[in-house]
C-alpha cells in the first residue's frame, strides 16, 4: 500500500483496548532454551490457561508434531481447546512481540503493519528470518498490509492510544538497527505508521537486556495519562540510576495535549541471574488482556508489592502473576513472547 497507514486513518491502540486475540508462538529449542524446554513449556501452558476464557489464542507451532504435543498439555490441563488456533510457521524462536505483525485499526477495519527485524541489531544470525512472520500472518488474515522498510521491535515501543508513545534512545536510536535515520527521520515513521502525534524519550533499558534497552522492560502505560516505571531502591544495583533517570524524565513529560503523566513507582526484582549472568527481570513485562493482566514474578520479595501495584491500576481485570524464572533465561518474558491482536470497533 503506498499510502501512510496515518494518513489513511489508522492507528496503534492501546493494549487495554480490546482484544479479539493473542498471539504466540511455542518454544521448540534448542536455539533458546536449551536446558529447561519442558519448564518453559509448563510456563506456556499457564499463559494459555489465563488468556484463553477472555480472548482467542492464536498459537504458531512448528510442524504438526510439535502441535500434537501442545494440545495433548493443553488437553491435561483443562484448557477449551475451541479457544486455541494453531498456525503452522517457519519461525526461528518464541519473540512474538518484536518479529510479529503490529496490528493497526480504523472504525471497524483491522490491519497490520510489518517491519523490518534484524534480531536486536544482528546479534542472532539463525533469528533473523523471522522477519518474515508477519507475511505468513498476513496471507492467513488476509488484511489491509502496510510493508514498513525500517528496522523496529514491537517491544521497543508503548502507545496509549491517543497519540503518545514511549521509547528509548538507547534501541531507536542505536546504529544497529537504522543508520542511515536520525532522531527526527525515526519520529517521522513512527508517526506515519502508527498514528501517533507526541514522542517521549528515554535513554537507556535495564542491565541484562540484549534488545538495548525496550521500553516494555522499564515503563509502560496503564491508561491514556498513567505509567509505571520500574524502580531500583537499592543504590548499589547497576539498574539503580538507570531508572532513577528514567523516572524524572517522566516527572518532567507531557503527552499529546501537553498535560503531565502521573507517574507511579513499580519495584524492580532484585538480580536475577542464570549461569550466563544477569537477566533482565522486570515486573513491567505485563500483558493486559480483556479480563486479565500477566504479570511475570519471579520467588522475590517484590512479587506481591508489584500485583497489588497492578491489581489496584487495572481494576476491573484479575492481575495473575506467572511464575516467569523459566523464561527469563531467554532474556525475556511475558510482553515479549506476546503480541494482542485489537477488535476493530
Not at 19 to 28: F, G, R, S, V
Not at 40 to 57: F, L
Not at 84 to 92: E, I, K, Q
Amino acid at each position: 500500500m503506498s499510502r501512510t497507514p496515518s494518513g489513511l486513518g489508522y492507528r496503534m491502540p492501546a493494549e487495554w483496548e480490546k482484544h479479539d486475540a493473542i498471539w504466540l508462538a511455542w518454544p521448540y529449542g534448542p536455539e533458546t532454551f536449551i536446558d529447561n524446554l519442558s519448564e518453559v513449556e509448563e510456563t506456556y501452558v499457564k499463559i494459555i490457561g489465563a488468556m484463553h476464557e477472555s480472548e482467542q489464542v492464536n498459537l504458531a507451532v512448528k510442524d504438526k508434531e510439535i502441535k500434537n504435543r501442545v494440545i495433548s498439555l493443553l488437553k491435561n490441563n483443562g484448557i477449551n481447546q475451541k479457544k486455541v488456533s494453531f498456525h503452522l510457521f517457519d519461525y526461528a524462536d518464541v519473540w512474538f512481540r518484536d518479529y510479529g505483525p503490529i496490528f493497526l485499526t480504523k472504525g471497524k477495519q483491522l490491519a497490520m503493519s510489518g517491519w523490518i527485524f534484524n534480531a536486536w541489531g544482528e546479534k542472532y544470525e539463525t533469528l533473523m528470518k523471522d522477519t518474515r512472520i508477519p507475511s505468513f500472518i498476513n496471507k492467513e488474515l488476509k488484511i489491509p498490509y502496510f510493508k514498513i522498510p525500517i528496522v523496529l521491535e514491537g517491544g521497543s515501543i508503548d502507545v496509549n492510544g491517543k497519540g503518545t508513545l514511549l521509547t528509548t534512545k538507547q534501541c531507536l536510536l542505536n546504529r544497529n538497527r537504522n543508520p542511515k535515520l536520525g532522531r527526527k527521520d525515526i519520529e517521522n515513521e513512527l508517526k506515519e505508521n502508527l498514528g501517533v502525534k507526541h514522542i517521549i524519550w528515554l535513554n537507556k533499558g535495564i542491565a541484562g537486556d540484549d534488545t538495548d534497552g525496550h521500553i516494555d522492560d522499564i515503563v509502560r502505560f496503564v491508561n491514556p495519562s498513567t505509567v509505571v516505571c520500574a524502580y531500583e531502591e537499592d543504590k548499589n544495583d547497576e539498574n539503580y540510576d538507570i531508572l532513577k533517570e528514567n523516572y524524572e524524565l517522566l516527572r518532567d513529560a507531557k503527552d499529546q495535549d501537553g498535560d503531565k503523566l502521573e507517574v507511579i513507582k513499580l519495584p524492580m526484582p532484585g538480580k536475577v541471574e542464570s549461569k550466563e549472568g544477569r537477566l533482565p527481570a522486570s515486573y513491567a513485562n505485563f500483558y493486559i488482556g480483556n479480563k486479565a493482566v500477566l504479570v511475570p514474578v519471579f520467588s522475590h520479595e517484590n512479587d506481591s508489592m508489584a500485583l497489588k501495584i497492578l491489581q489496584n491500576l487495572f481494576p476491573d481485570r484479575k492481575v495473575v502473576g506467572i511464575d516467569c524464572r523459566e523464561l527469563a533465561i531467554g532474556l525475556g518474558t511475558i510482553h515479549c513472547i506476546s503480541q494482542q491482536q485489537p477488535s476493530a470497533r
